[in-house]
């Protein structure tokens, strides 16, 4: 079954921007969404934002203005672009694919790439 490998994160003082990258093992055409979610320690994993087949996007208020999901079909490819962080999105990302229903493709999950917001 496909794979989702996530990449991108880092240590990076608030203010900073970092781009997330999401690479699939087959088409993300497949499915009807994609997402990125985060978790925080001790916290639930949460949606932050959606990009569908179609290319619609929604995020959640904590993120809108400040972070960009985008795909590149031909590369299978999911990205978020995160701008002005803060301490507060210190988490690991995690990305997977959304049924047509909204809820996450569990069984995809990667392995996560891990965001540190800190001077």
């Known amino acids: 079954q496909v794979q989702f490998v996530e990449s991108g994160g880092g240590l990076v003082q608030p203010g900073g921007s970092l781009r997330l990258s999401c690479a699939a093992s087959?088409?993300?055409?497949?499915?009807?969404?994609m997402g990125w979610y985060r978790q925080a320690p001790e916290k639930q994993r949460r949606l932050i934002a959606g990009?569908?087949?179609?290319?619609?996007?929604s995020y959640v208020d904590s993120v809108r203005g400040r972070f960009t999901i985008s795909r590149d079909n031909a590369k299978n490819t999911v990205y978020l672009q995160m701008n002005s962080l803060k301490p507060e999105d210190t988490a690991g990302y995690y990305c997977?694919?959304?049924?047509?229903?909204?809820?996450?493709?569990?069984?995809?999950w990667g392995q996560g790439t891990q965001v540190t917001v800190s001077s």
């Open positions: 087959e088409s993300i055409d497949t499915f009807p969404a």
């Open positions: 997977t694919a959304l049924t047509a229903n909204g809820r996450p493709r569990e069984d995809l």
């Open positions: 990009i569908t087949r179609g290319g619609s996007t």
